[in-house]
């Protein structure tokens, strides 16, 4: 009995060797190393770790999944075969190269965030779960980016990110993994097509800084005249105000200057009423003869004189002659305007009134 048990260890430590030899060359490396879990022996009593899953098969055949914490198993019946950790793994995609939309080569390299959610179809679905996911991603970001122009790659990394996401999803659900996250890490593009944009962008910058200086020149000849309209309209607006206060002042000299010759004429008229008012005005008319004849020949060459201008008497009787014409005619008009009492109206006025009873 004893050396069956050790010929059935033997046999199982064999076939686990034989089971770690044949992984694939994928996980050969040492940063990959950290996924493979290798397969522990049946002792009948086990503990499994936390966020781990081994998967059970009796007499070559599935059966159960053992949880986390202690579990029993059946010798010889009973063989692990698979070990699914449930942590999130994170696999560097490597750098390939894809065609853009626009004919532009470039070469990406991104990071790959997974979860088994299923170890029964991680371990069942796909011989290595990991591996596939990663050409998955591959074959889907070359379809990801011959949609899009090379422009659009830069400015949609985190559209083609969820695109990339969707799609790896989609087929994974068969296998029992689910992506979380797709990140790219680096978009490398050829030499020529970096120099191109550069002068790209170096024209753009240009462009702005024309465009942003011509708007300053504009609103500065904006401003320009909207400050000369102001001025204009203030200046217009002075301008009239100016000319009603100048007609105002006008008017009312004109109406000072009326006033004052209105009462002139009232004083002087008056003055010719009263005694000796001719003489007065004789006076005045000699002196102002004497006055207009001393300014003769100051201000034109050209003189026109009576025959008498030497006799300031006969031309002080003729001034006086016409004003006394000029009195008779408004005298006449002012008899012609007063009305006559009719001969009736003085004979009823003269009957004597009737004796008071």
Known sequence: MLRTLCRTGGAVLKHSQRTVRTVPALWATQAQQRWVSSLPMNTVVLFVPQQESWVVERMGRFHRILEPGLNFLIPILDKIRY?????EIVIDVPEQSAV???????????????RILDPFKASYGVEDPEYAVTQLAQTTMRSELGKLTLDKVFRERETLNTNIVHSINQASDDWG??????????????????ESMQMQVEAERKKRATVLESEGHKEAAINVAE????????????????????????????????EAKAKAIRL????????????AASLSVAEQYVSAFSKLAKESNTILLPSNSGDI???VTQAMAIYGSLAKQSSKKIER??????????????DPAPPAQ
């Open 268 to 279: 002087l008229s008056e003055a010719l009423a009263e005694q000796n008012g001719n003489a």
């Open 177 to 194: 993994i689910r992506c979380l996250r797709y990140e790219i890490k680096d978009i490398h593009v050829p030499p020529r097509v970096k």
């Open 100 to 114: 853009s939309l626009d004919n532009v080569t470039l070469q990406i390299d991104g990071v790959l965030y997974l």
């Open 337 to 350: 305007v007063t009305p006559v009492t009719p001969e009736w109206a003085m004979e009823k006025s003269e």
């Open 227 to 258: 400050g000369r309209k102001q001025a204009q309209i203030l200046a217009s607006e002075g301008q009239k105000a100016e000319q009603i206060n100048n007609a105002a002042g006008e008017a009312n000299a004109v109406l000072a200057k009326a």
């Open 313 to 315: 008497s006969g031309m």
């Open 83 to 87: 070990v699914q950790s449930l942590k």
